[in-house]
């Protein structure tokens, strides 16, 4: 089956990534340094604002690799068609 089959049947889902060792090792941390947080506030006030700024950072880091990887694979498109537009000049 080629990559567009693939693409096309949803065997291939472009914001399900390998993560590197490095940002395992991020997410853990700020998973961590967030629970000593969550035990420092004690209002419901608090917990529910720092609830509040977590969901906003998720969400902000979904539209980051979302544009990111738009990003990517407009640069990857323009990338073939110049090497392809040289190919046919010097063919």
Known sequence: MTTLENFYFGNINPSEYKQSK????????????????????TTEQQKEKLE?????????????????????FKIG?????????DTQQRG
Do not use: H, P, W
């Not at 940002?23 to 506030?41: G, H, I, P, V, W």
């Not at 509040?52 to 990517?72: H, M, P, V, Y």
């Open 22 to 41: 490095d940002t395992k090792k991020k997410l853990s941390e700020m998973a961590r340094l967030l629970d000593e947080l969550r035990t420092m506030f």
């Open 52 to 72: 509040q700024i977590e969901n906003c950072q998720l969400t902000l880091i979904a539209l980051s690799e979302k544009d990111a990887f738009i990003e990517g």
């Open 77 to 85: 498109v323009r990338m073939t068609t110049e090497v392809y537009a």
